[in-house]
């Protein structure tokens, strides 16, 4: 690990005049971080089956022909939009937190731009992309500072943005979609906080649902959890709090049937608190780090599960922005 | 109109010990807003097919059989990823920037949470939504002030965000895709700025390339722009001074054709500068004020191009963040 | 006006690979701002003393041989400090809000840089400038659009910053500070809103005070309102509602006597609601436009008031940002 | 370390109805931060003449007998701007940005608020405080995370804001301020990068210029280095990539001497780069967390040492963010 890690390529600073760009690079000879031990172990999970350097993870499984198959399980044509409204008062991981404000720059006092009148609006976004319907990148999670391939922290996740594993890497995620309907699966209106979804969960679930999981899947996850968001009995206290979701077993297997992304309509997608007391967001490192599969959380799945959905085409297009680690989505379900 | 256009709800203030939040009226009695006129006049353009209060425009093109029939023109399974990767480089509106940041909440030497190590990034943006490939909501582009379905600025665009027209109203747009490769039609590498496309240009090019218009269409237009970005010659000064694109007999032609939303590899996909002089994003107006139709900029087309694809499955989830104007954007095309 | 007022110089982006800022003329021939009415009517207060362009207003009055008395003040050395503790709980005017995130860029998991394991933490804000201790600088209240010195909106408040008037142009506030103690003029633990402070007030209090009020001065009103934000009896929501303050006679009178600045310990520093139904901030224009008298508010002037003091040495020096309109502030009170 | 300190207390949403604030206490029991090592060494220097628990270092020296002296260095009552203007163009530490925008909130085409027609620009900041002139509060600079009274990063510097050493906690800072002209004491008229104060310089220079160092004092170097920045040769790319500044004897002698602050006209105060290899920022170290001695950073130094001032009144008045690290600055300077 060099210098460059800690500190940027150069100091960024344009000239008043000219408007040109100068970078300057600071000048440290024979600096190296602070007792650096080398290379870190690279745990034995970080190589895997798509090769060093690989960006993409489960989102290689994207391959024209499951494609063709996702757009044939469109049959009526019904579509739902799987990313719930997210403002300032969507509950949020702390300390994340958001602003947008509006403006119409130039326009006040005046009919705007041209003989034609142009007047528009315009807004700011200040603050944190992990915010409600969310879209884990590959280098959200990992273990003890190591990502998905092996990557260190610092390898690649500079205060200025991702260099590697990045959301501007992935093209959008397009594949079959699945729901399975925990609250079927449990019999219960709402799955309670602290259910943990097994491999034998999952395997039941989806066998009773009549719906076969298979590689490069886009496996929902329905609870019913959003209910307590805006349903009649709303708590957002309760939402934030805990949530049912997805335990180890169900995520190592998810992981070895290879599906792609794995979604919920919780903030978290697994469950909370963990199986195992003293444990935090272990299905987060098993599907991101060890295996490359995306995560997203707060997906309304209601309607889906109303309809009796179980397979659909989904189709995820995430803004590419450079270096993001997470963002705000709306993935499109299509039956 | 009266003084809450002005003046927010309230004070947004929590209180420091129980975080408990309070938000307080101001008392501000009898008071307006300053020589007010009564409702501004009403434009004749302000009444639509999609009646008074409609939020929506085009999109309520989409309906499940237009779905089903755009999912079937998926054959091969490619999958074209439509938003360009934007960052704090990309050509922007002026003064619109972005910058991100990428964080470890909490996690500065340990070895993250848990007995498991969980440790992750997180990212904070600031900016402005409209930057790189982005949608143009109903609420961006108006006429002297007044907006889709006759909306004034002052009835929906308070600073804390769109009350109307906002992006978290819209479900996302599927439908049919086209491409108009109008490189062809001006037999160029790269089309000028100030080309505009015309009603003929229009119809000639989508009669040439065997792909006929629609109602509901999401039509893009390729001129080979994106070349300036980031071809052999790129050249970004010339990228953002100007653009060919939509005229104004070609946005009446399309607004009168009933499609859904309108996009180019541009950054402001209409012709600048504009055709007549002294005129300024004229078909914005006609497309996004008189007829509620969606626009998509600086969209990546050259792939569909050199593939010679005019008609695809289009699938837009934008980030539905509530209030919003505008939203950067990765549109997925299937063929 | 110009097409520039609406439209900034250029569009700002930075080629890729060189780091070459390249700024873009956007090409807009022939184009400028509809419906422009020449220019617009420049009232009678807009001619001022300091004359055509001055950017200052009150703060000429500074002199050296004021500095310097106002240094004489200081006879115990007592320091206060003005400015109240500002964070997301401060009541602000709506839409109104911050955010502050503390991070430790290229630190996780390593000890720094260099042998000596250099470490540091760093902040980022988000959020208005507008929100606790703060002063106006004269760019902020206006007429129908006219600010200090006649200039208009569109003159010098562009959405990239005020090119004049600025808080960057100030030097800072250093002079005589005077406190009258609202509370034992009218004889009450705490003014009540609606109180307005009138000539008549002002004249009695500074004279039952036996502290004259002068050309230059740094005038503060005590009506001790920062008891409902951390008071025994807090009530931020009653602190926001509305204030005491300074009345329009007030305010004229002030501005006869050529006083540098007013502040008072309130959100809003005059009266609400005002003395005329159907009016807002009228102290404010004639403080600030008319007479280029900067205003401070949300000031902590507990202390001053429980040690009798009624004349002081006054020292403020805002931060100079480009452009700024307003700024959170700390001014320094030494008697 | 408890969990607490990666997890801040809840989470934040507020109910949407109701404006009422939820904050939701995340169930995670038995959880601990991973491989957790009980308290990290202590070092040595943690302990200070302040005691356990202080967060104002040398601002104790702060005394009313030192400020009322202060007072007396006023002699022609001339005021120095000692911050300079700061704005996006201003050479800043990578990855270090702002972005400053105005706007107009609610009176795009009307105008304004009342009957009197209040109009009003406001604004809003994005970026990092650490632009410009700053002052580094004494959670800034540490020592393998170890910072001012031997406070871990863990103890202290959560995302949410540092809940000890913040600058809120700062009242001012105000006493004697001595400049020492380094250009005359190296008989320079710039002096350059990589040239260190050494306590053998600083007892030189303060004897040639005839001003005696004491406890409690803001102590400045003026080494003419703004030239760089906006001079006849300005060079920013030179201004940033280096610099000359205190040593670390120098450093010693004024912790030694117990100086409240030390800044310079450069934007890292020391010199850069280090005098030993290997090492950066180490003056920072002693001053700051040894110290806890204040730094000040880009100061305009220039008008004093032309001059000819060595001493004076410093009055410094920072805004009291909560939870802040640095923040931009604007000392006064009065002879």
Redesign the interface.
Known sequence: ?G?S????????????AG??????????????????QGQPDRPAWADNRWGEGDQLGAANH????????A??L??????Y?????????????????L????????????????????????????????IG?QIDGL???????V?YGGR???DF??????TELGL?QL??L?GRGVLLDMTRHFDTPMVE?GVAYTEDDIRAASEAQGVELREGDVVLFHSNWMELL?GQN?D???????EPGLGVSGAEYLAGLGVMAVGADTWGMEV???E???????A??ILQAHHGIYILENMETRELAADGVNEF?F??????????????????A?R
């Open positions: 690990m210098i890690d800690i500190m940027p390529a150069g100091w960024h600073g344009r000239a008043r408007l040109l760009a100068c970078t300057v690079a600071l000048a440290l000879p024979g600096l190296s971080l602070a007792q650096e994207m391959t024209a022909e499951r494609t063709r198959l757009a044939e469109v049959t009526t044509g019904k579509v939009s799987l990313g719930i409204v997210v403002g300032p008062d969507t509950p949020a991981f702390p300390p994340r937190s602003a947008l404000t509006v403006l119409q720059p130039g326009q006040t006092d005046n009919s705007g731009l041209g003989d034609n009148a142009f007047t528009y609006n315009d807004d700011i976004f200040m603050g944190w992309l992990g319907p280098g959200h999670a990992g273990e003890d500072h990502y260190h922290y610092h996740a500079p205060a200025s943005g991702l501007d093209p959008g397009v906080e805006d709303a957002p206290e309760r939402f934030g709090a805990a909370v608190p963990a195992t007391e003293g444990e935090a967001f272990r987060h490192q085409m189709v995820l297009g995430q803004a590419r922005l450079k270096g993001a680690v997470q963002m705000m989505i709306n993935p499109i299509i």
